[in-house]
């Protein structure tokens, strides 16, 4: 009897250590996909007969009628096209009056189909109804640089970083929020994410990619900056309706340099990435190895997680996606476009996935082709053959 019970002891405490620990997995094979463009939204807009262009068309959601509607960050006001990509009209404006914006650094569509659109000027959320009409602003009473999105059970799920924290601050990257906009709970502090550098945090938490979905009461969150990790979090609601959050568990993804990014102080690298002003005025060159550029579920339970990942031998940058059964179970890593490492230059390969329709099309804002940015919308090619 004791040694019956000595064996389900050492089972309970086998689970309870393995519990958040990243999933055992096979080798990543390569596997043979292609993304089809069915659709590009044009690099130029004809307006009431005048010509205008696409600046900054960083984010993108479509609506029950299939309408697509992008929010252009230097234009400051949301574009309207039909399915087809024909320009059926604009939303907003520049200015700070209500239905106003000076800074759009975050859009999204809820489940009654009103539009969302943080101004970071102001940081107000503005809603508006799906016809485009003006309804209300909510004010975050915070401070952050960029917002991305989730619903759940009609509840806000915003994800950000405030801006310049202080040191004890745990810095909750998650913010649940009530329908009317009521702070209901935070989590994830990026201070616990593995092989992050803090310094690099408020200027990459949310700056590319659609990075987490919800299903089923589960959050699945791949930072940004890509450590290389898949977070799959319970979401729980009390009797308070206060929202908190579990870590059940962490999937190893694809990626050859371990940590995401590198710092480098007062060194002059042509090659750099990017440059962070801080706040004492010191600056950080950064190489921003591996980066989330986008991560959803497909109507077949399929997940998808687009990345940016730097190779070594030789030096290479690769857009690519890694492909999971709805198990978490790896299938298989599929790259689309490389670029081979110019020690004289940037090497950013600017290619963010920002949304997936109920068609399963992905929309990609493209800013490496010649002229101004475009939106392809497109199609992921050859799945068929590796699902069982």
């Not at 007969?49 to 400051?76: L, Q």
């Not at 999971?324 to 290619?351: C, H, Q, V």
């Not at 963010?352 to 992905?362: G, L």
Request: proline share 4%; charged share 25%; with cysteine.
């Amino acid at each position: 009897m004791k040694y019956y019970l000595y064996l389900a002891a050492l089972f309970i405490i086998t689970v309870v250590m393995s519990c958040g620990k990243p999933q055992e997995q096979s080798e990543w094979k390569e596997i043979n996909l292609k993304l089809n463009t069915v659709l590009t939204l044009p690099d130029s807009i004809h307006q009431q007969g005048s010509e205008v262009f696409f600046h900054h068309p960083d984010y993108v959601v479509t609506n029950e009628k299939g309408n697509i509607i992008v929010a252009d960050r230097a234009r400051n006001e949301l574009l309207v096209f039909n399915k087809d990509g024909e320009f059926i009209d604009t939303i907003g404006q520049r200015g700070r009056g209500p239905g106003e914006f000076l800074k759009i650094k975050g859009m999204t569509i809820n489940e009654s189909g009103e539009i969302l659109v943080f101004d970071s000027s102001s940081q107000m959320i503005k809603k508006f109804t799906s016809s485009g009409d003006y309804v209300t602003s909510h004010n975050l009473q915070t401070a952050t640089v960029d917002i991305e999105f989730e619903h759940w059970k009609h509840n806000n799920i915003l994800f950000y970083l405030k801006d310049l924290p202080a040191d004890s601050d745990p810095n909750y990257m998650l913010h649940a929020y009530s329908p009317s906009f009521q702070l209901i709970g935070e989590d994830i502090s990026y201070r616990e994410l593995e092989f992050m550098d803090q310094d690099l945090l408020v200027s990459y938490v949310a700056s590319t990619g659609n990075s987490h979905f919800i299903q089923n009461d589960t959050l699945y969150f791949a930072p940004t900056l890509y450590n290389g990790l898949i977070y799959q979090y319970e979401i729980k609601q009390d009797a308070n309706q206060q929202i908190t959050l579990r870590l059940k568990n962490k999937t190893q993804g694809h990626t050859f340099i371990k940590k995401p990014a590198e710092r480098f102080n007062g060194e002059n690298l042509p090659y750099a990435d990017a440059t962070i002003t801080m706040a004492s005025g010191r600056k950080l060159q950064t190489l921003l190895y591996n980066q989330s550029k986008g991560l959803y579920q497909l109507n077949n339970g399929v997940i998808v997680h687009f990345t940016y990942i730097e190779k070594e031998e030789p030096r290479k940058r690769v857009f690519g996606v890694e492909v999971y059964d709805k198990t978490m179970k790896p299938i298989g890593y599929a790259p689309f476009k490389e670029i081979f490492y110019d020690p004289d230059r940037s090497n950013m390969l600017s290619w963010n996935v920002i949304w997936k329709d109920a068609e399963d099309r992905f929309y990609i804002v493209d800013k490496d082709s010649d002229g101004p940015p475009a939106i392809r919308v497109v199609t992921l090619e050859g799945l068929e053959e590796y699902i069982n």
